[in-house]
């Protein structure tokens, strides 16, 4: 059974960076194929397309953030990481990280619940 | 600005039809498999259709999807009260080298 799970500050302030960690459950990224994504909401907004790692270890991110963003995989945790630098007020939303579909296209099919990151001073 | 447009908001009574439209360029839709999400109040997105058209093991088959060209198209057919939510359509976008989403459409069933 395939989980995934979001875990990291709740609250952060104007300019600090925020680390996200999503502990994968039931698949690994060592597995051809395998990718896992994160994406946002920020209140009352559309999602947002962040960013992919893949199990070849190829990195994709949204062009307009790209400059804030990494991700990076830790196998032998089975855990992927989003950091993203000089967080603003903007930048509150809730966080999802999923996991990418196999059939092909770059969907996600999995998704963890989400967690809600809160910018302010 | 979403690279993807939707529509806002679609209304409809309960067992009817409504269609939720999609629209991008040849850099996304035109040349990627389109898919779509359902985000229930409170809940993480459930992705509805993958691959234009094919639907996940737990989509009933009310929900249904189609692509031509730069458009796609999401039909939920006898509507429920449970349908209500928001509904994203997403693709990858060449160009970009990125997903892209649709700026979602608020389904309310009247």
């Known amino acids: 059974q395939i989980t995934l799970k979001e875990s990291g500050p709740t609250l952060v302030k104007p300019t600090q960076t925020l680390t996200l960690t999503c502990t994968l459950s039931g698949f690994s990224l060592n597995t051809r194929g395998v990718g896992v994504g994160w994406v946002r909401r920020p209140p009352g907004k559309a999602l947002e397309w962040l960013a992919l790692?893949?199990?070849?270890?190829?990195?994709y991110y949204s062009p307009s953030l790209k400059s804030r963003l990494t991700i990076a995989k830790d196998t032998s945790r089975n855990q992927v990481v989003l950091t993203m630098t000089n967080m603003d007020p903007v930048d509150t939303a809730t966080y999802y990280c999923?996991?990418?579909?196999?059939?092909?296209?770059?969907?996600?099919?999995?998704w963890g619940q989400g967690t809600l990151v809160t910018v302010s001073s | 600005q979403s690279v993807l447009t939707q529509p806002p908001s679609v209304s409809a009574a309960p067992r009817q039809k409504v269609t939720i439209s999609c629209s991008g360029s040849s850099s996304n839709i035109g040349n990627n498999y389109v898919f779509w999400y359902q985000l229930l109040p409170g809940t993480a997105p459930k992705l509805l259709i993958y691959a234009n058209n094919k639907r996940p093991s737990g989509t009933p088959d009310r929900f249904s999807g189609s692509k031509s060209g730069t458009s796609a198209t999401l039909d939920i057919t006898g509507l429920q009260t449970g349908d209500e939510a928001d509904y994203y359509c997403g693709t990858w976008d060449s160009s970009l080298s990125a997903g892209v989403f649709g700026g979602g459409t608020k389904l309310t069933v009247l």
């Open positions: 999923a996991h990418r579909g196999s059939y092909g296209g770059n969907y996600f099919d999995y």
């Open positions: 790692i893949v199990w070849d270890d190829n990195k």
